[in-house]
């Protein structure tokens, strides 16, 4: 029987309570963390606290007079070509290592126990369906974002408007105005795709093998008649998002700090040694720094990650307990059948033996 999004909490915090407390292991924690982490269920809000931190002008001049102006512009070129090029590689790699943990962690959830390389070979071929899929909804937004954009830019740059800002405030303010609008609503719509298709697309697709196209065919028509049900748990699940976003990023700013003491002093270190040894900024050692950096951030969103394992558990069994009731096979696992009672049979006697 369907139960609402607020009678879905308690049974998704017992859920998580008995997988990682009862009893407690460590190396269930460290393979849940990487695979909440690769999976994307690192609750983000909040650890952007440094999004208003102002590096100091001229920083490098002081500490590296005259270092990085004296470099070839070409160098500047394949630099910047490598890292674009670069994170582009990474960029798809995560979205196809995420599709299949994505598996992998409905799986660990479902079974309580996280093993990574079984549920990798059994959920792969899902994975590359749901690895596709996220493509396409990111290319379609891509697209949608530069149509929501380019569009409005193309006319105000034919009506003269951008050219003559000051002759056309008021118009510029209110398609402004709209284009903001317009534009949070686009990011809204397809949040509530991404977030609507792991949370019940995803079992389907898992536990019968269908598309995400075939997933949404057929969740459409229970979001129609049950649109109250559906609005209650989106709701929910933001209040306890923005709740978890708030602990885990307070954590994550104190965890950051104390990373940034050794890492910080460490990179210190090498840089004053290899400016004693007479290194300078090139392409190498640019890279070096940068490959160094992005090995000290996935150490730290890593921890994070450890932090975030309760998050990672619950979130995925919250969804879970609300969708079982709207869908059986799912329900099936949540709830099985208990086996049946043993008939009682009638025990004969042995015959007596014959008398000599």
């Not at 996280?114 to 994975?127: D, L």
């Not at 937004?141 to 740059?157: E, F, R």
């Not at 002759?167 to 402004?176: K, S, T």
């Amino acid at each position: 029987m369907p139960i609402s999004a607020v009678d879905a909490i308690s049974p998704a915090f017992q859920h998580a309570k008995q997988q990682l407390l009862q009893p407690f292991r460590v190396s269930q924690w460290a393979k849940l963390a990487l695979v909440g982490f690769l999976a994307g269920e690192i609750s983000s809000g909040g650890c952007n606290s440094g999004g208003n931190f102002q590096m100091p002008h001229n920083t490098s001049q002081h500490f590296f007079p005259g270092a990085l102006p004296t470099l070839n512009p070409m160098l500047y070129a394949s630099l910047i070509a490598t890292l674009i090029i670069t994170g582009a590689i990474l960029w798809v790699l995560f979205i196809y290592l995420n599709s299949i943990m994505r598996f992998v962690l409905f799986d660990s959830v479902i079974n309580r126990r996280c093993e990574i390389r079984k549920s990798w070979s059994v959920r792969h071929s899902a994975g590359l369906r749901y690895f596709v899929w996220q493509l396409f909804v990111m290319l379609s937004m891509i697209v949608s974002l530069v149509i929501l954009i380019g569009v409005p830019a193309a006319l105000g740059l034919a009506l003269g408007w951008i050219n003559q800002p000051k002759e056309h405030i008021i118009p510029l303010i209110l398609v402004g105005l709209v284009l903001f609008l317009a534009l949070f609503a686009l990011i809204v719509f397809y949040l509530l795709i991404h977030v609507m298709t792991k949370d019940f697309v995803v079992p389907q697709m898992a536990l019968e093998g269908v598309s995400a196209l075939e997933g949404w065919r057929r969740l459409l028509p229970g979001m129609k008649t049950e649109k109250g049900g559906y609005a209650g748990y989106i709701g929910m699940k933001i209040v306890m998002a923005l709740g978890a976003a708030v602990i885990v990023g307070i954590v994550a700013a104190i965890i950051t700090l104390l990373m940034l003491i050794p890492v910080g002093g460490l990179g210190a270190v090498a840089v004053l040694g290899g400016k004693a040894a007479g290194l300078t900024w090139n392409l190498y050692t640019i890279s070096i720094a940068v490959i160094v950096g992005f090995i000290a951030l996935a150490v730290i969103l890593y921890i994070i990650s450890l932090v975030s394992v309760p998050a990672t558990v619950f979130f995925p069994a919250y969804s879970m307990y609300f969708f079982a009731g709207r869908y059986a096979p799912l329900d099936a696992l949540l709830h099985p059948a208990p086996p049946p009672p043993l008939q009682a049979q009638t025990i004969f006697p042995p015959p007596p033996e014959p008398i000599g």
